[in-house]
């Protein structure tokens, strides 16, 4: 009976998931819920590394955003993302064509 329920909770846990490749990155939102049935998502970005010997490394870093913060998030993110076009122009219709206005930024240039 408790691998039924192990099984249970897993399958329970794994509500929709969609992957977004972005060139080394891939980012992957899931819903999930809690035993209570409540969803939160996680946001996960997976890079590789590669070392001088040709080996790679994955790195993963996630995101837990639960329900009570989607609309605050979602508001948050908007803003980031109009203050973006308004200075860059329209960047799903022409990504590329700004690129010299980005800094390439690594994620341990972030880290204090």
Known sequence: MEEFE??????????????????KRTY???????RKNDFYLTITERKR?????G?????????????????KFTEGLS???EFIR??????EESPMENIENFTKVEFEDLEE
């Open 6 to 23: 192990k099984n249970d909770s897993l399958e329970r846990d794994e509500i929709f998931s969609k992957a977004v490749r972005a060139g």
């Open 28 to 34: 992957f939102f899931d819903v999930k819920s809690t």
């Open 49 to 53: 590394r590669y070392e001088q010997d």
């Open 55 to 71: 080996s790679f490394q994955v790195e993963k870093h996630k995101i837990f955003l639960y329900k009570e913060d989607f609309v």
């Open 79 to 81: 803003e980031v993302i």
């Open 86 to 91: 308004a200075n860059i122009g329209n960047i």
